[in-house]
């Protein structure tokens, strides 16, 4: 058995949408270093236009922005990566969004705006990149990783209902579009993340010590923590893992 390109990503393409800050980012980066060319998504052009630009230090970086909450943003999306390559190795459905209101108040437009981005963004841009995906996968399997949350497995005292709900709904969509991708030979998994220090987790990010004493592993995660999961499953190391939602949260799912 030869184990020396296990986790090589090297020459392959990657789509990452919100990646521009946060858990996005670290997949990025991570990919960069095992050789994939790496292309980049937000909603906001400057943000991801400084990201791309900072990691191009590391590899192939292109931001390409948009807004992933439309269907017009995803096949701006498309038509922007189909510039650039013909077939697409890696994609990484990350963009969401959260919403928290009291559940007499909670608004119609926090749940339609987080259910869009978070749960249906991820099944049509991937439905409109799949003639993509398949033209990728020859040689190796195409994989599409769904960035989900321990708040679709698990339930915490914070009123986000619509990001819970979204959550929990991406991990069985995942499930789903598994079955009907894998006999083309693209693999669909996903990442459940617990505290990793970003924008939108902004207690882990702020509070760190403070989150760190809720955890069964006594610390929020690192960038290293989240590049190594997305690396497995993108990479020859992770091919076997098919519909299935890798937990990557030190232990607060269970532990709460």
Known sequence: MDTSNLFSLKGRTALITGGSRG???MIAEGYLAQGARVYISARKADACDQTAQELSALGHCVSLPADVSTMEGVQALVAAYAKHEDSLDILVNNAGAAWGAP??????????????????????LTQA???MLKKAATDHLAKVIQIASIDGISVNPWETY????????????????AMHLAPHRIVVSAIAPGPFASSMNKEARDHGDEVAGRVPLGRVGTPE????????????????????TLVVDGGCAWGR
């Open 23 to 25: 858990i996005g980012r």
């Open 103 to 124: 559940y007499e108040e909670f608004p119609e437009s926090g749940w339609d705006k987080v259910v869009d981005l978070n749960m249906k963004s991820p099944f049509f």
């Open 129 to 131: 990149l799949t003639p």
């Open 162 to 177: 619509s990001y819970a709900a979204s959550k929990a709904g991406l991990i069985h969509l995942t499930k789903r579009m």
């Open 225 to 244: 923590d989240m590049a190594g999961a997305a690396i497995f499953l993108a990479s020859r190391a992770g091919d076997y893992v098919v519909g299935s």
